[in-house]
């Protein structure tokens, strides 16, 4: 919602800063900010978490996991007649929520699709200055702004006709019961699909 503020309101944000990014904000307040506020924002080291966190991790990991298997997003099928090129390569991608507590994602390293390159990815999206653009004419006529998340999103959106497949993680071939002759084809638009937006709007369009 924007709630306009008064003109001697002041708001303070804490951040730990070196004295070089001090002067940065000193000379590009907004960029300077932009910057440390993404902070944390990165992949978490497994090697650096905690007992207690290791714990927590393992949890994230099967949430994940029941995600996949509650949206049918992959089923077992046979290597026999699979080259080891044709096989996209799966990774954990662990991070922190606003809350501070783990959140692990299951995700399809895209540049090994044997596809890539060669099928359409666009997707209608809004560009930053036509988001500001609304944002501007929402305030200026007092209008409320609401947003939210679709969960599991690209876990929703159909990969076609495509014959994807690819070598599981350890937890979800064994979540899969699968024996060492088996891999898993792609049922949904996983993430780190180069063309996973694209199904997820397609599947919004046609909704």
């Not at 076609?160 to 898993?184: M, W």
Request: glycine fraction near 6%; aromatic fraction near 4%.
């Amino acid at each position: 919602m924007l709630t306009p503020c008064a003109q001697d309101e002041v708001v303070e944000v804490a951040f730990a800063m070196s004295h070089h990014e001090a002067i940065k904000i000193a000379e590009t307040p907004a960029i300077a900010l932009a910057a440390l506020a993404r902070q944390g924002r990165g992949e978490v080291r497994v090697s650096t978490l905690t007992p207690q966190e290791r714990e927590e991790l393992v949890k994230a990991k099967q949430k994940e996991i029941s995600s996949f298997l509650k949206h049918a997003a992959v089923e077992a099928a046979t290597r026999s007649g699979l080259q080891c090129k044709s096989l996209m390569r799966m990774r954990w991608v662990i991070t922190r929520k606003s809350d501070d507590s783990l959140k692990a994602r299951l995700v399809i390293q895209g540049f090994t699709d044997p596809q890539l390159g060669a099928k359409p990815t666009a997707s209608p999206t809004v560009s930053r200055r036509g988001r500001q653009l609304f944002l501007t004419v929402a305030g200026s006529l007092g209008m409320k702004v609401f947003k939210d998340d679709a969960k599991t999103a690209f876990l929703q959106g159909s990969v076609g006709n495509q014959e994807l497949h690819c070598e599981p993680i350890a937890e979800l071939a064994q979540a899969l019961g699968l024996e060492h002759h088996q891999c898993v084809r792609l049922r949904k638009s996983v993430y780190g699909l180069i063309d996973a937006p694209r199904a997820w709007w397609e599947r919004v369009e046609t909704d």
